[in-house]
């Protein structure tokens, strides 16, 4: 794997006295990659798909906060790297590699690829087992072994982006204090579910299987019995009105079933406690929700995740002083999440454009209509408002001349 050359670092001394990093529990800062019999539950597949998928709708831009309010988005090659993170994947492509990562594992590791100090690339990788180590000065390294017996050489913890899902006993990772997720109890329902649908399947067998007997009132030889199943066979075949005639010499018996099968509700419990377990409501699964559920849906389970992804990534893309010296951040956008009917739309595009803060062409596309070249980069603003600090002096014009007229001026009082 050339791609680690770009992360080698100078630690070819410090490496050699390097120790593994301290955990507070004791214990060695190892943690292996990942169990996964979870993922064989079509239901936690389907889970993880909704979130995985709204996910990949996100806008990562680079700004600047300037004046500790306003967000600039930059045209930088940071911002380039965002649009084409590398060479095999677009921006959906990899946010979706980095979330399903994240919900297997509970652990997603990005490797920021540099060339003289300029971002060129960023890499999502799937290592089996991670290692955490401390140098004599205090850095923290960290080491990956990969499942074709690849190893990583010793890379700076800093120069990586490490987003966590359940952070909690563990120091490092994300999950369970061995920096695995914990499944347990989930696994019991998925126990359960597999329970029942083994029983509708045989109870959908026992649909199929043998629904009478024939009895012959007389004394009759294994030939002669086999010709008379036959004969019987053929009368089934040919009858189609359902009804089946007999003689005195045969008696046909029917088999009375009571078939069990798991009702309605008790399969909606069940698919439901497995679902709360990703924060995903049946009715997101469905997609059968209203702008309500969906509200509630990203504000429960999808903006802590968008919130999380902006923090590591400006974390492990900007140093400190690019950061908090310069305002330099990695902000997720969710415009493409937000679920709006056409009403709520038109109350959206008025209340921006009334204000000049949407572009003409943002509102065109905002109703799915297609940019107009004609109208780059242009915007209108309603003559209704005005700023706070000239206020008084709009509504006095010159001081001591007295207040405006109604009906003189578009200003309001």
Known sequence: MGLFDNFKKKYEEKKRNALYARMMNGQAPIFSQFGNN???????????????????????????????VDSIPQ?????????KPNEIMSTSDFLEKIAWNLFLNYNSFILP???????????????????????????????????????????RYDDLIHIR?????????????????????????????????????????????????VKYNTIIDD?????????????????????????????????QRNLQVVDPDTLKFIDEKILRNFGVPLCILTGDYTKEQYEAFYQKTLEPIVIKL?????????????????????????????????????????????????????????????????????????LNYIDTSIVNDYQMQNLGVGAIQEGDGDGES
């Open 38 to 68: 979870i993922y064989a539950s079509d239901v936690v597949q389907q889970a993880i798909s909704c979130i995985v998928r709204e996910i990949s709708k996100l806008n990562p831009t680079h700004v600047r906060i300037v004046g500790g």
């Open 75 to 83: 045209d930088s090659s940071i911002q380039d790297v965002l649009d």
């Open 113 to 155: 690829v540099r060339e003289n100090g300029k971002l060129t690339a960023l890499y999502p990788i799937q290592p089996s087992t991670v290692s955490f180590f401390e140098d004599p000065t205090g850095n923290l390294l960290i080491k990956f072994h990969f499942n074709n017996g690849y190893v990583s050489d010793f890379i």
């Open 165 to 213: 899902l359940n952070f909690s006993v563990n120091d490092y990772m994300g999950g369970n204090e061995l920096g695995q997720p914990d499944h347990s109890s989930l696994l019991e329902t998925l126990k359960l579910n597999h329970i029942l649908l083994q029983g509708v399947g045989k109870a959908l067998k026992s649909s199929f299987a043998v629904n009478g007997i």
């Open 223 to 255: 030939g002669t019995a086999e010709n008379s199943i036959k004969e019987f066979e053929k009368k089934l075949k040919n009858s189609e009105n359902g009804i089946l005639g007999t003689d005195l010499k045969s008696e046909f018996i029917p088999i």
């Open 310 to 382: 902006g923090q590591c990534f400006t974390k492990g893309i900007f140093s400190s002083r690019e950061n908090l010296g310069y305002g330099n951040k990695i902000v997720f956008y969710a415009e493409e999440l937000i679920f709006m009917t056409t009403t709520q739309k038109l109350e959206l595009a008025k209340i921006l454009g009334d204000r000049g803060a949407a572009y003409d062409n943002e509102i065109r596309v905002m109703f799915g209509m297609r940019p107009l070249p004609e109208l780059n980069g242009k915007r209108k603003q309603s």
